[in-house]
């Protein structure tokens, strides 16, 4: 009786007494991929330039030119690629579309014209990605647009002095001209297609002493003399970029070179939810 009892103790201490299997772990959740420190939208992928790295989305077929999607400050390439949709505007126009990073700092580029060599740091390194993704891509045209909002609007109107011949357009969404017109003295015209609002007070239509950001009306003056255009110029009103905004009225100037346009965006803050596919409506025309 006692052997028994011993050997049934002896069973229920090494588990032999129990059914109960034991647990397999879990295994580790895979991380989801990120570019610049965030996840990568969907569809697109990351890529390394240089010492960058930027959101990419190649489209299908023929790729007819690349569309560079250039962000806020403090901002992210993966905000400016939700703001214009980087995806949809790939597919639509079969354009490589890239968000990049700017070199960082309180302007997020560096978009002051000012004439000063270390201020040209930014525009170089996006003149020699632009040839970078023409080579990379098999880009089959000359075709470059670029689409800024806020900072990176402000880097587009610098590029279009610096770098006028490598680029089609320009798509500014609320960021006009920084610096002195003196140090843009280009007279190779880009089309320009300018939207804002009245309702942004963050960076003013009248423009802002903080940061030398000129005034909306002085921008676009600057490039209707470059482009040609006449005094004269046409109206039209289409609906809202935002679910609040009801209103967009765009202004086209006559006989330029290339085209000078200016959407007037009726109660739109400068941070707002802009919807891609109405902003796209309104700026295809100068694609």
């Known amino acids: 009786m006692v052997g028994l009892l011993s050997m049934l103790f002896g069973l229920a201490a090494c588990g032999g007494g129990s059914s109960k299997k034991g647990t397999k772990p879990e295994p580790d ?5 990120t570019c610049v420190g965030k996840a990568i939208p969907v569809g697109a992928s990351c890529m390394t330039f240089q010492d960058g790295e930027a959101i990419v989305y190649e489209p299908d077929g023929e ?33 490589v579309t890239v968000a990049a990073s700017g070199s960082g700092g309180t302007w997020g580029w560096t978009s002051l014209n000012d004439g000063r060599e270390s201020s040209e740091l930014d525009v170089k390194y996006l003149k020699e990605f632009i040839a970078d993704l023409k080579a990379r891509y098999s880009v089959t045209s000359e075709r470059v647009y670029i689409l800024g909002y806020s900072a990176g609007g402000f880097m587009g109107y610098k590029l279009a002095c610096q770098i006028p011949e490598e680029l089609t357009a320009i798509i500014s969404l609320a960021g006009q001209f920084r610096g002195s017109f003196e140090n843009c003295s280009t007279s190779t015209p880009v089309s320009i297609h300018h939207f ?15 940061g030398e950001i000129k005034s909306v009306e002085e921008t676009l003056a600057h490039w209707r003399n470059i482009n040609g255009c006449d005094e004269a110029f046409d109206d039209e009103s289409v609906g809202g970029v935002t679910p609040t905004s ?6 086209t100037w006559k006989e330029c070179v290339k085209s000078v346009r200016f959407s007037d965006m009726n109660n739109v803050p400068h941070e707002a939810d ?13 694609l």
């Open 63 to 95: 790729n007819k030119g690349i569309a560079l999607l250039l962000h806020g400050a403090p901002g992210h390439p993966s905000k400016v690629w939700d703001i214009f949709d980087g995806k949809a505007l790939a597919d639509k126009e079969s354009l």
């Open 246 to 251: 009801s209103l967009t009225k765009t202004r």
């Open 196 to 210: 804002h609002s009245p309702a942004d007070s963050d960076v003013p239509m009248i423009g802002r002493a903080v």
């Open 274 to 286: 802009y919807l891609g596919e109405a902003l796209y409506d309104i700026y295809k025309s100068s």
């Open 29 to 33: 959740p895979v991380a989801s991929p």
